[in-house]
């Protein structure tokens, strides 16, 4: 295999793990389980630190663990490496509202 080829075949790989773990992230936290959506969490922002999706999920963990301020601090993180992200614009308005966002979306685990 060439070097390109390497490269191509790791960002998918890569690509395929991230979308897992969003999935496993998501499962947790509609089960209103923060504490096992942190303990998956962890790992995955250690890995992937610029992942908006990763923090809009870390921010309905802590919305759920009851922790609003730093719910906050990861919704405008998430929105700093993924401007576009409409879940994480939408959680932080209702944030900043008073109210109590909640998981937008439903997880897709890939099944080979």
Do not use: C
């Not at 936290?29 to 969490?41: E, F, I, N, S, Y």
């Not at 009851?66 to 576009?84: I, N, S, W, Y």
Request: aromatic letters at 2%; glycine letters at 8%.
């Amino acid at each position: 295999m060439d070097r390109l080829a390497l490269i191509e075949r790791i960002h998918s790989v890569e690509l395929a793990l991230t979308r897992e773990q969003h999935a496993i992230v998501a499962a947790e936290l509609m089960r209103k389980d923060p504490v096992a959506a942190g303990d998956q969490l962890a790992p995955a922002l250690a890995a992937w630190p610029d992942d908006g999706q990763l923090h809009y999920l870390a921010a309905i963990a802590k919305v759920l663990a009851g922790d609003a301020k730093g719910a906050r601090a990861e919704l405008v993180t998430a929105l700093a490496h993924a401007p576009d992200l409409t879940a994480a614009r939408s959680a932080l308005g209702v944030l900043d509202a008073g109210g109590r966002p909640v998981l937008e979306g439903e997880p897709e685990l890939e099944r080979p």
